[in-house]
Every structure is written in structure tokens, then in C-alpha cells.
């Protein structure tokens, strides 16, 4: 299979652009325009204290691992009520297409984890949001 130009096999942090936020950042290190592929995955970093609260991706399934730190998650169940579980470094949470769902940092460092789009899109939704800057690629921002 050839890749389009441009698109890479191999990506490391900083080699892509990094979606900073209020509550955080995000580097895809997989999403259409780096690797060409319809799935897409970040690693996010959560501050202490902060959250991506409730939220859905309508058309795609997620797949959240976490890689460090602690906090809660929160999924809606099938009545729409929330369901709230402590996460923690070695555990995945699986959130169905347009379910919505929330990741709060209750620690006191950063919260550290890999998020799956299947198919991508969220990604560039995020990327439109008023409160997202866009840093080029390079190391994480300090902070």
C-alpha cells in the first residue's frame, strides 16, 4: 500500500503539532493529514484539577487508555445517566459512538492518555474550537 506524500509511518510527539487548551494538550500522532489513516490517536495530557468534561463524537467509537496518572471517568449509560468509575494508569475505557463521556485529572500530576478515533474526525473538530491554539510541531509546551 503507498502512503499519500507527505504522511508518515513513523511519528514521535515531536514531529506533530500539539491542540493546547485550557484543561490541557493534545499531539495526533495519528489522523488523516500526518499518517493517512482513518483512525486517529493522541496522547493527551490532562492537568491536575482539569478535565475534558461531557462531551460526544457523533460517528465515531473511542477508545481511551490510560498511560499515567489517575482521575475519573464518566460514560453515559444506555438512559443517558451518568456512570462515574476511578481510572488509573494500565486501564482503557471503551466509549460507543455518540455516547457522551468526560476525563477529569483528580490527581496531582498530569494525567497522561492515549485516545482512539474510529473512524477520525473528532480531531479536527477539536482543532475548530474557539479555545484550541495550535503550536507547531515540536516539544510539549512547558506548563
Known sequence: ????????????????????????????????????????????????????LRHNHPGSEEILYYLSGEGEQMIEDDQGRPVVRHVRAGEMAYIAEGVYHGTENTGTEPMHLLAVYAPGGPEAVLRAQPDCTVLPPGDWPAG
Open 1 to 52: 500500500m503507498d502512503l499519500a506524500p507527505g504522511t508518515q509511518r513513523f511519528v514521535a510527539p515531536r514531529d506533530v503539532e500539539t491542540m493546547v487548551f485550557d484543561w490541557g494538550a493534545i499531539k495526533w500522532l495519528s489522523e488523516i493529514r500526518v499518517t493517512g489513516s482513518g483512525i486517529a490517536a493522541g496522547v493527551v495530557i490532562l492537568q491536575p484539577g482539569k478535565g475534558h
